[in-house]
């Protein structure tokens, strides 16, 4: 394949996966606890491999990266709705293990049990929190109480390096053991509050119209190569 062609192609292919990427952004803007992504694009100066006969100058995607910015916190009322201020996640139990969340919008089971949306149990510092009594009171520190006595307290943990946070789904994160850390002091918890996605809907439209224009800059690029060469193929049959 010709050099330019395949540089062309190369940069259509990044494209269309940065379009994936910014679509799904949008799509969660109203998604609790949502952390938007970013890739990171770099260029391939030099073949890969001896075998490889791709020439350098090809556009790749270096990674994808989650921006751990805070969301802005909406009140809601709801004394099982929590939001963390500061670097923390949630830990819920999930059937893959441990998996961390910043979406505090939580129910309780028939028998009292704290969960998720999806019913995941949510952990405390000793295991799953088991609610009893009717008034949740909630401390900034993370301790549940009620009318009948203190509950448990919230177990909250960080990332110890956050690129290694990998996302699993619209809002969990899983990391490897060695790189959770208990949460700061200076986290904070709001009772009756939830964290909104940091993704801006304005930013995520403006995106999506420049990937596409730079999309169908390619395409342009890719069609005048392909009449450049069959015209130089027609010229030289004749």
Known sequence: MDAGMYKALSGAVAQMHHLEVASQDLANVNTSGYKRQRLAFGEVLARRQPADDRPGGWVAIGAQRTEW???????????????????????????????YTRNGGFTLKADGTLITSTGDPVLGETGPLQVTGQKIEVASDGTLRSEEGEIGKLKIVRFGEPRQGVKEGSNLFSSAPANIRLADDNVRIVQGSIEQSNMNPIDGMISLITINRQFESYQRAMSLMDSATERMIADAAR
Do not use: H, K, M, S
Not at 71 to 85: K, R, S, V, Y
């Open 69 to 99: 910015g805070q969301g802005a916190l909406a009140g809601t009322g709801n004394p099982l709705d929590l939001a963390i201020e500061g670097d923390g996640f949630f830990v819920v139990q999930t059937a893959r293990g441990e998996r």
